[in-house]
Nanobody, 122 residues
Framework: MVDLVESGGGSVQTGESLRLSCTAF???????MGWFRQAPGKPREGVAV????????YYADSVEGRFFITRDNAMNTLSLQMNSLKPEDTAMYYC????????????????WGQGTQVTVTS
């Protein structure tokens, strides 16, 4: 069992940056961790995923080159640095552990945080 607590959301203007943080309670050893987001009326989507050793990452095309995911296994934390934010990045962002990709290329996860709101205004 893993509990996840996010922080760092907020409201910013286009082009600004935000950093999301997530603290995990429980062992995340061997688990891929990631960030997902869900905008109103849209399905939840995988934004960025990082594997246990940090040696491999996945980014959605829409955030590639702007968002950067890191993890600190010693502190059991996960971060998402979001740069050059756009209004279309507005969503509830969720920290996740035990991430996996289905054979249809859709990301899912076994454990979820409560979410933190990110709002980007033009």
């Amino acid at each position: 069992m893993v509990d996840l607590v996010e922080s760092g959301g907020g409201s910013v203007q286009t082009g600004e940056s935000l950093r999301l943080s997530c603290t995990a309670f429980g062992s995340t050893f061997g688990l891929a961790m990631g960030w997902f987001r869900q905008a109103p009326g849209k399905p939840r989507e995988g934004v960025a995923v990082i594997y246990n050793g940090g040696e491999s990452t996945y980014y959605a095309d829409s955030v590639e080159g702007r968002f950067f995911i890191t993890r600190d296994n010693a502190m059991n934390t996960l971060s998402l640095q979001m740069n050059s934010l756009k209004p279309e990045d507005t969503a509830m962002y969720y920290c996740a552990a035990g991430c996996f990709e289905t054979d249809r290329g859709v990301w899912g996860s076994n454990y979820w945080g409560q979410g933190t709101q990110v709002t980007v205004t033009s």
